[in-house]
């Protein structure tokens, strides 16, 4: 099943996160890969840490994609095509960083992939073909600001998340163990 979690609201990569940890308490496998960030952030080194949780992320961040040189978001676009071509290759294989093991990844989290698809780095195409891929065998759960309506359609799980009031609006920037 597909899960879209999408808006301008905090908590998308918490909520997914959270999907994680209960996952992996089960002892369902867990592939959870960040676009857009680097690995650095809090809950990558929790779940860097869980049984049955492999990890994939770019190795560096550019930060905002406002700020990116052209240059730098070319190199993205490489790296989120990258990851989205080693996440399909996953797909119904094992989710580990043996390539023989034998267990299937049964929960696949793709944070901020939204954001990557809505500026380009990675197509609507690719993501439409990641849902078949991952038919009811798995859980694919997408994060991001914004989703197309051809997502949308496809999801089973669609959550909006809708900022009413945010510390950052005020100029309070993102706070370690908070936001980040």
């Known amino acids: 099943m597909t ?9 998308k990569t918490t909520a997914a996160t959270g999907l994680a940890v209960r996952a992996a308490g089960r ?21 860097r840490n869980l049984p049955g949780v492999f990890l994939m992320h770019p190795p560096v961040s550019y930060g905002f994609t406002r700020n990116m040189t052209e240059e730098q978001k070319h190199k993205t676009a490489e790296i989120c095509r990258s990851l ?16 023989d093991a034998k267990d299937v990844a049964s929960l ?15 197509t609507e195409d690719d993501l439409l073909e990641l ?16 989703a197309s309506e051809a997502l949308l359609a496809h999801a089973d799980y669609v959550t909006n998340f809708v ?5 950052f609006d005020a100029g309070v920037p993102a706070r370690t163990g908070i936001e980040r």
């Open 84 to 99: 989205l071509a080693q996440v399909k290759l996953r797909v119904g294989a094992p989710c580990s960083t043996k390539p």
């Open 163 to 167: 900022k009413e009031k945010h510390p």
């Open 3 to 11: 899960h879209i979690y999408y808006g301008n609201g905090k908590g």
């Open 27 to 47: 002892g369902i496998p867990v592939c959870f890969v960040q676009f857009l960030k680097d690995g650095s952030s809090g809950e990558i080194s929790i779940l």
């Open 131 to 146: 849902i078949e891929l991952a038919g009811e065998k798995n859980e694919l759960i997408l994060t991001g600001a914004q």
């Open 108 to 122: 696949i989290i793709l944070d901020e992939v939204l954001h990557a698809e809505r500026h380009g780095f990675v």
